[in-house]
T-cell receptor, first 115, second 110 residues
């Protein structure tokens, strides 16, 4: 069964460093998403991406964050200068179509620890 | 704005039936999703409701009442592997973002 894959599974970084989280969406999917989940809290939407453009972003997704589809298979989330409060599980998701009926499939996540 | 409420924790025994409730307040409604999330793992899609009524899928069923802003997930013949968090989420008006509740942690004991 096709799945969303994320690397690395765990990333440890120092405060102020840049990190890039990588995702390979399901191959025929066209819509991509990043969510985060701080330990013990709810899953929060960060950004959605379609046709090489951001479709929507939340207030969490400030200038420190950026997303990119560098090639035909990868989708990345970059955090320019990490802060302690960026420590969370980051989930990538993809869907075949957009709109309300789209089912988003999630990857296993990258646990980011900022020290 | 959007607000989603669900109980924090529930417990049940193997073989039993459990109902996990979710109430929501949204500006516009385009559908409600249920996801299952085992500890440390990805949310996994369970069900989608956009019209009132019951959707049945094996041991799991999901119900929606749009007029009441209410949904529930019904799990029958509980198994130990059903111990997980169950996340209620609504899709925003543009269909670009899922807004999740805090999740209900279900513990199934023998």
């Amino acid at each position: 069964e096709p799945e969303v894959t994320q690397t690395p599974s765990h990333q440890v970084t120092q405060m102020g460093q840049e990190v890039i989280l990588r995702c390979v969406p399901i191959s025929n999917h066209l819509y991509f998403y990043w969510y985060r989940q701080i330990l013990g809290q709810k899953v929060e939407f960060l950004v959605s991406f379609y046709n090489n453009e951001i479709s929507e972003k939340s207030e969490i997704f400030d200038d420190q964050f950026s997303v990119e589809r560098p090639d035909g298979s990868n989708f990345t989330l970059k955090i320019r200068s990490t802060k302690l409060e960026d420590s969370a599980m980051y989930f990538c998701a993809s869907s075949e179509r957009g709109g309300p009926k789209n089912i988003q499939y999630f990857g296993a996540g990258t646990r980011l620890s900022v020290l | 704005g959007q607000n989603i409420d669900q109980p924090t924790e529930m417990t049940a025994t193997e073989g039993a039936i459990v109902q996990i409730n979710c109430t929501y307040q949204t500006s516009g409604f385009n559908g409600l999703f249920w996801y299952q999330q085992h500890a440390g793992e990805a949310p996994t899609f369970l069900s989608y409701n956009v019209l009132d009524g019951l959707e049945e899928k094996g041991r799991f069923s999901s119900f929606l009442s749009r007029s009441k802003g209410y949904s529930y997930l019904l799990l029958k013949e509980l198994q130990m592997k059903d111990s997980a968090s169950y996340l209620c989420a609504v899709i925003n008006q543009a269909g670009t973002a899922l807004i999740f509740g805090k999740g209900t942690t279900l513990s199934v004991s023998s």
